[in-house]
């Protein structure tokens, strides 16, 4: 069933707001958080943010700084795990979730990364072989 919005006073979509971020920093979802009474639907609270350019970077913010609650996430069913209180099969899946997420609210943290080494001393190479050796490289 869709939700009706009734019309909000500013500050009553200032406190909403205010809880809606409080909220996601504590690793709630977005449309759980919407779902509690006198909540809005969410393409409302997204047009409240699109509003409000200062919201826009809070709620980034918040968003990207719930990272940290995945992150924990992954310790704490990891530790649930090894004392056996979770399948380690369900723990997998729930950890790997959380991991992804993590990484793609905060990549240089907790994002995969690459690293690529390459050492090229182009004073002892002729051009030709620079190219050469660049063009089996690009392969």
């Known amino acids: 069933m869709a939700k009706?919005?009734?019309?909000?006073?500013?500050?009553?979509?200032?406190d909403i707001f205010d809880k809606v971020i409080e909220d996601?920093?504590?690793?709630?979802?977005?449309r759980q958080?919407?779902?509690g009474e006198d909540m809005p639907a969410f393409n409302s609270l997204l047009e409240w943010i699109e509003a409000r350019p200062?919201?826009?970077k809070r709620y980034a913010?918040?968003?990207?700084?719930?990272?940290?609650?995945?992150?924990?996430?992954?310790?704490?069913?990891?530790?649930l795990c090894l004392r056996g209180k979770v399948d380690p099969a369900n723990?997998?899946?729930?950890?790997?979730?959380?991991?992804?997420?993590?990484?793609?609210?905060?990549?240089k943290k907790y994002g995969d990364s690459i690293q690529l080494n390459a050492n090229v001393n182009s004073s002892q190479m002729s051009q030709e072989e620079f190219l050469e050796?660049?063009?089996?490289?690009?392969?």
Do not use: H, M
Request: proline residues 3%.
């Open 61 to 79: 913010r918040a968003k990207q700084e719930s990272a940290e609650f995945d992150a924990d996430n992954v310790n704490y069913i990891a530790e």
């Open 4 to 14: 009706r919005n009734r019309g909000y006073t500013e500050e009553e979509k200032n």
């Open 54 to 56: 200062e919201w826009a």
């Open 24 to 30: 996601i920093c504590n690793g709630l979802p977005v």
């Open 91 to 107: 723990a997998r899946v729930a950890i790997d979730a959380y991991k992804w997420s993590s990484g793609k609210k905060k990549p």
């Open 133 to 139: 050796n660049l063009k089996r490289f690009k392969e």
């Open 33 to 35: 958080i919407l779902k």
